[in-house]
């Protein structure tokens, strides 16, 4: 929903996005190492690729409020990166895969995603790891 409010012009149905990325889901977790997940999706109800990024809070008794998504290393998930691209959009949608894979398993760049505090930090880490990538 907050995809779709921020992007309306690229969001056709958001009902139909939920669907997809559940459907999806439900064949196998996107929960990877770490307690990081990122539940992807193909769809025609986006006119480009979309995403998010949430750090996931911890509850009062310090457990992250996700505690059951699954991921390799059993850890509880504490970041999301939820993306959404249009089915005709392969290559850049690979692209996009490789490079979120490649940033998110760099050596404890997680942890510096899990200290950002804001929209625009969170843009600046994956910025400046972008940078990191072509230099």
Do not use: W
Not at 9 to 28: F, N, Q
Not at 68 to 81: G, L, M
């Amino acid at each position: 929903d907050a995809i779709a409010a921020e992007s309306p012009d690229a969001i056709s149905d958001a009902g139909e996005v939920k669907r997809t990325i559940l459907a999806r889901e439900r064949v196998m977790s996107s929960g990877l190492d770490h307690g990081i997940a990122v539940p992807h999706c193909k769809t025609d109800a986006v006119t480009r690729i979309v995403g998010a990024v949430a750090i996931v809070a911890e509850r009062e008794d310090g457990v992250p409020a996700i505690a059951d998504y699954e991921t390799f290393d059993h850890t509880p998930v504490r970041i999301i990166v939820l993306t959404v691209a249009p089915k005709n959009y392969n290559a850049p949608y690979l692209q996009l895969m490789a490079s979120l894979s490649r940033i998110l398993h760099a050596s404890s760049a997680y942890r510096r995603l899990l200290k950002c505090t804001s929209a625009e930090s969170m843009k600046d880490f994956f910025s400046s790891k972008q940078k990191e990538k072509t230099t």
